[in-house]
């Protein structure tokens, strides 16, 4: 059984009375046979990898304006002209949903980013550290974990507003706690494995062994961790879109063009069909990238 | 390193699961069997307890003060339960209801209403003037009625004359005074109730039906008052549900939850009116919209461009794209079926048009297609409540798009709709928007008292306005036609048409369109009673 | 073990303290307030100001603060600006939906995920192995309220099957439950077989087949023991997914619930209601960790409590 901490989607440690409890990776990778580069990366990978295409040359290829209104021709289902057809504006949606790719990915990383940046010094301080550091860290994200994180969202935006900055404060402000609890979780891991032994023990200064031997260890895990978040925050953002807060108008955000498909739902189904795919499949990449990091993480041992 | 299942652990956690369960199970509404009652064909309704889902919920129902909320399902039932001296019919015309006629003095000031005899409220109390006059009176009083006082200003005084006797006395002649008196806050409650702890939550009125169950912001049931001065209601009862979502509504009309629905998005229009066993009634409402121009705004201040902007759009496309030709484009600041009404002719949809008057104000099309005069440019924040107004959203994208043809840049500022009062209620100084996506529903169907709110001088530049002329606009003939208009006692049309012409002339609002009030129900029931004022009443089917 | 929920408790009172005084300082701080929506279009400021001043409102924050806590220790958590009533009577009208929803959705998804965990984990290369494998994948990147639509869409108005909105009997619960279930379905059931998988690899059960004694039974009575546990830490740790799907699914179904009140007090900037229902989100969160862990120990004492990680 290996020891990784919590390696499941979506919902951190809880409060540090519990042990984690490890959905026991070993097991796939016993039906797996040990591959090299687990499916899963492959698939997730690549499925990231094309979104993240699809957003840099998103004016290239999308074949119209996202924005070009056409009132005479709303609601038409695919065809020719209009792959995925047009929404309730006349504009089609197939390059709404390419030029969303930048939107949805543009809402979800740099937040993420931000999160790891901030989440990894905390985080390292509090699980290599200890003693009172570790007391303050703990304290204050275990109780802002409380806080269950959509919930957290719709109060947070109601607060602060529509718009881009406020939503990426959302996502920051939502998923920090966890990932310094990860963070924390990795590192003291971490901290007791002989490297980390021997170089406390042949003088090497705290600074350097943070950065040095604990970063290095935990980064592989953060990245799978960061991999999940990003699924959940791209959920996140969808339903917020859906529940009717987000990017300003006439953006081309996923979830709010689902939001918009709703009331055409029933004599118009294409509306809503091609950006739920898009919102699913980019979760599904995301997921499937980070389950596939950890298998291959774990079979490295 | 295995173990069994823990048999003491099993045995805890299932009764407690059945516990909670039976716990949870307790809360069930037991509302109305979602299935209707026996089949029959038109005419009278055949389901004794409808069940009519609201776009709005209903969190209280006092009359007076704080009105009943929200707007208009707490009013759906206030009518309901209450009763007023009239009542408006579905064209807009008063009715006696609790006043059996009236009559004006020669000097317009002083209204004499004969009342109803032989109406109790649904305590047992007679209904007589010493119902009406107190409760009237507190309704002058400005630390009593918190959201409808300026339609009672004008009035100075109510008396007593006899039992069956009041009068009206208004300082100025006062022709909305009917109206006033048709709308919610006129409604009348038990004197015996009146300040009762639990008033809004028990309310006691004349009206049809009386409360039986009430839960707040979820459901709303009332059952037939066998008293009811016109004999006993249609239905044993009438559930209001609050069903905010539009699709989740139609999903309960059609599944047969619900006989009567409100506010019917236009997108469903057609496949309700395909689908069997229901009707569509559509009405021309009294709800105008437009995008509010801010005259704080330097690009603004010249009217040609605001009348450029009245020709860019084109607003027969936004009726038939949008709406699905549910709507009908304004010719006049006011509705058609508002009191006063007179038509101003239209601004027609010409690119070319708005072009020319842009260029001849000295607008010159400039870098990335926007108009440039000199330093400035033609770039606009246009603000928007989500959700608030039918499609709000959709028309600012398609007003951004089409005022884009003719090199004007908008910005939209969407804005969530429980901010967007407080955000354009402000001082002058703290105007922070171009132009704003703005719907008026005149509850009353006064239009004097429409044009007074939207239209008049605000009072002062420090303080917040008073109303709802958020573009500070201000001409002082228009503020002297409202005011006569007011006073007319009748022929309203006529004060108010130079308000009306000039208003539509100054261009403050870039004009848009009049929406239609559109309810279905099954054909199991008989079609409510629908106001031009957003009210549908199942309460007044007979 | 009564030192350690004692304990607990106490962790819990004060880390419902520290949100509650959080989300008091947010929302006041971003301004907006119930009084013009209450009133509605017609109201004059005057009017404004004086109900302002009637609620309170108009008074310092730290005084208004300390006058919610006082209130707040007493039980009286103020009264709802949009309902006119007690916050803890809205509140608690709004609870038996919401249990009710949620106590479905985990009694179903525990029933289904672990009987679809253990049949893929038998046949771990069979077509109902890899398809259900698939099919949890995919579960769990589908938003619950877009399948919660295309549900409603099917089951309710075209076959009529079950009602699209509202709390009238328990068939009202099946639809929101199964939007709501379909991926905690998808979560325990990987666990379960993953973990069903590893015992039926081990020594044990190959003796015991060998001696002729059924492997079914004996991996059935042997995996759920382990794996239990690891579904109630899940369904813990998934306690933040099942309030937030809450939120959206109760929206979407015209639910009346805690979810529905939540997003109608913050649409109506309602205060002392928000300040409320936090008080009991956050409070049901930390008590479901603390059932489940309760549970989970009781069952496999292996997972020992108050052990820091």
């Given at each position: 059984m290996t020891t990784s901490p919590v390696t499941d989607a979506n919902e951190p440690t809880g409060p540090a009375a519990r042990t984690p409890a490890a959905e026991p990776v070993g097991a796939e990778t016993a039906t797996r046979r040990r591959a090299p580069w687990p499916l899963g990366l492959v698939v997730g990978g690549g499925i990231v990898a094309i979104v993240v295409l699809v957003a840099i040359l998103a004016p290239l290829i999308a074949p119209a304006d996202p924005n070009a209104q056409d009132l005479t021709g709303i609601l038409l289902p695919p065809g020719p002209g209009h792959l995925l057809g047009t929404d309730s504006l006349g504009r089609d949606i197939a390059s709404r949903i390419i030029h969303g790719a930048r939107f949805e990915l543009g809402l979800v990383l740099p937040p993420l980013l931000v999160t790891v940046l901030v989440a990894l010094p905390l985080g390292m301080a509090a699980g290599y550290v200890g003693r009172w550091v570790d007391k303050v860290v703990s304290a204050i994200s275990d109780t802002l974990l409380t806080f269950p994180s959509l919930v957290a969202a719709i109060v947070l935006v109601a607060l602060l507003g529509n718009g881009t900055v406020p939503l990426m404060v959302t996502l920051v402000v939502t998923q920090l706690p966890a990932m310094v609890r990860y963070v924390r979780g990795f590192a003291k891991q971490v901290s007791s494995s002989q490297y980390v032994l021997a170089a406390r023990s042949s003088g090497s200064s705290t600074p350097t062994i943070l950065r040095v031997h604990v970063l290095g260890n935990i980064l592989g895990q953060v990245l799978v961790i960061a991999s999940l978040f990003a699924s959940e925050a791209i959920l996140v953002i969808a339903a917020l879109g859906f529940l009717?807060?987000?990017?300003?108008?006439?953006?081309?955000e996923w979830g709010t063009m689902l939001s918009e498909g709703r009331i055409d739902f029933m004599n118009a189904p294409h509306v809503m069909i091609a950006p739920g795919a898009a919102i699913a499949l980019l979760i599904l990449g995301f997921n499937l990238l980070g389950d596939g990091l950890r298998d291959r993480l774990d079979t490295r041992g | 390193m295995t173990r069994s299942l823990d048999r003491r652990s099993l045995l805890l956690l299932a009764p407690s699961i059945a516990a909670l369960g039976g716990l949870a199970a307790c809360?069930?509404?037991?509302?109305?069997?979602?299935s209707p009652g026996a089949s029959g064909s038109g005419?009278?309704?055949?389901?004794?307890d409808l069940v009519y889902a609201q776009s709005v919920p209903i969190s209280s129902l006092e009359p007076s003060g704080k009105q009943p909320q929200a707007y208009p399902a707490g009013y759906e039932a206030a009518f309901a339960i209450f009763s007023g001296l009239v009542r408006f019919t579905p064209e807009l015309e008063i009715e006696p209801e609790l006043a059996t006629e009236w009559a004006t003095s020669e000097d317009g000031l002083t209204w004499t209403f004969t009342l109803r005899t032989g109406v109790t409220f649904h305590d047992g109390t007679t209904f007589d003037a010493d119902a009406v006059v107190p409760y009237f009176t507190s309704m002058l009083d400005a630390k009593v009625n918190l959201s409808a006082l300026s339609l009672w200003s004008p009035i100075s005084k109510v008396i007593k004359v006899d039992a069956q006797t009041i009068e009206i006395v208004t300082e100025e002649p006062y022709g909305g005074l009917l109206n006033t008196l048709a709308h919610g806050s006129a409604l009348i409650p038990s004197p015996k109730s009146v300040g009762g702890k639990d008033f809004a939550l028990n309310p006691v009125g004349a009206g049809p039906y009386r409360m039986a169950t009430f839960k707040p912001g979820s459901e709303l049931r009332v059952e037939a008052f066998d008293g009811y001065h016109r004999g006993r209601p249609a239905y044993d009862s009438i559930t209001y549900r609050y069903v905010g979502d539009p699709a989740g509504r139609l999903a309960a009309l059609r599944s047969g939850q619900a006989q009567v629905v409100d506010a019917v998005p236009v997108e469903q229009v057609d496949t309700l009116k395909a689908a069997g066993g229901i009707e569509v009634i559509e009405e021309p409402g009294l709800q105008v919209f437009g995008v509010g121009l801010c005259l704080t705004t330097p690009q603004l201040q010249d009217k040609q461009v605001r009348q450029a902007l009245n020709h860019a759009v084109d607003v027969g496309s936004i009726i038939t794209a949008v709406f699905r030709g549910h709507a009908t484009a304004m010719t006049s600041p006011l509705a058609p079926n508002t009191t006063g009404f007179v038509d101003c002719g239209a601004y027609d949809f010409s690119v070319d048009k708005a072009n020319q008057l842009l260029d001849e104000a000295g607008w010159a099309v400039g870098a990335g297609g926007v108009r440039a005069k000199g330093a400035q440019r033609l770039s606009l924040k246009l603000r928007t409540p989500d959700?608030?107004?039918?499609n709000d959203v959709r028309v600012a994208q398609v007003i951004q798009e089409q005022l884009k043809a003719v090199g004007i840049e908008i910005t939209i500022d969407k804005i969530d709709k429980s901010a967007f009062w407080d955000s354009i209620k402000v001082p002058k100084a703290d105007v922070d928007f171009d132009m704003v996506l703005f719907g008026y529903n005149p509850s009353h169907g006064n239009g004097a008292i429409q044009l007074d709110a939207l239209y008049r001088t605000n009072p002062s530049e420090t303080t917040t306005i008073p109303q709802w002329n958020f573009q500070w606009y201000s001409n002082d003939a228009v503020d002297d036609s409202i005011t006569a208009g007011q006073h007319a006692v009748s022929d309203s049309a006529k004060a108010l048409e130079p308000a009306q012409k000039a208003i539509w002339d100054d261009c403050p609002y870039l004009w848009l369109y009049v929406k239609n009030n559109i309810v279905a129900h099954s054909t199991k029931v008989a079609a409510p009673v629908v106001l031009p004022v957003v009210f549908t009443l199942p309460s007044r089917s007979e | 073990m009564l030192r350690f929920v004692l304990g607990r408790l106490v962790r819990i009172l004060v880390q419902v303290f520290c949100v509650v005084t959080l989300v008091f300082l947010l929302f006041r701080l971003a301004g907006g307030d119930p009084v013009t929506l209450l009133l509605g279009p017609d109201a004059t400021p005057q009017a404004a100001a004086q109900l302002r001043h009637e609620m309170g409102l108009d008074r310092p924050q730290l005084v208004q603060y300390g006058d919610f806590l006082l209130h707040a220790v007493t039980g009286d958590l103020g009264e709802s600006t949009s309902y006119s009533q007690p916050v803890t009577a809205v509140i608690v009208q709004a609870l038996p939906p919401t249990l009710s929803l949620m106590l479905l959705s985990v009694v179903s998804a525990v029933v289904v995920g672990v009987a679809a965990g253990l049949l893929a984990a038998f046949r771990p290369h069979g077509w109902f192995a890899r398809g259900s494998l698939l099919l949890w994948v995919a579960l769990l990147a589908v938003p619950n309220f877009w399948l919660g639509m295309v549900l409603v869409q099917v089951f309710a108005v075209q076959l009529q099957w079950l009602p699209a909105i509202g709390y009238e009997n328990p068939a009202s619960l099946v639809l929101p439950a199964t939007a709501i279930a379909a991926r905690l379905v998808a979560l325990i059931a990987r666990l379960t077989r993953s973990t069903t998988i590893e015992v039926l690899g081990e020594e044990f059960i190959a003796t015991a087949r060998a001696r002729g004694v059924s492997p079914a039974r004996l991996v059935v009575v042997h995996a759920l023991g382990p794996a239990l546990p690891h579904v109630l830490t899940m369904i813990g740790l998934q306690a933040g997914y099942l309030l937030g799907g809450a939120v959206v699914v109760e929206n979407l179904f015209s639910f009346p619930g805690m979810g529905s009140l939540l997003l109608s007090a913050v649409s109506g900037r309602d205060y002392p209601l928000m300040q409320g229902i936090t008080i009991f989100f956050v409070g049901g969160f930390l008590i479901i960790n603390l059932v489940t862990d309760l549970v989970a120990s009781r069952i496999d004492p292996r997972i020992r409590l108050g052990a820091g990680a």
């Open positions: 009717g807060v987000g990017v300003q108008p006439p953006n081309a | 809360g069930f509404s037991g509302g109305p069997s979602s005419g009278a309704p055949t389901v004794p959700g608030m107004y039918p | -």
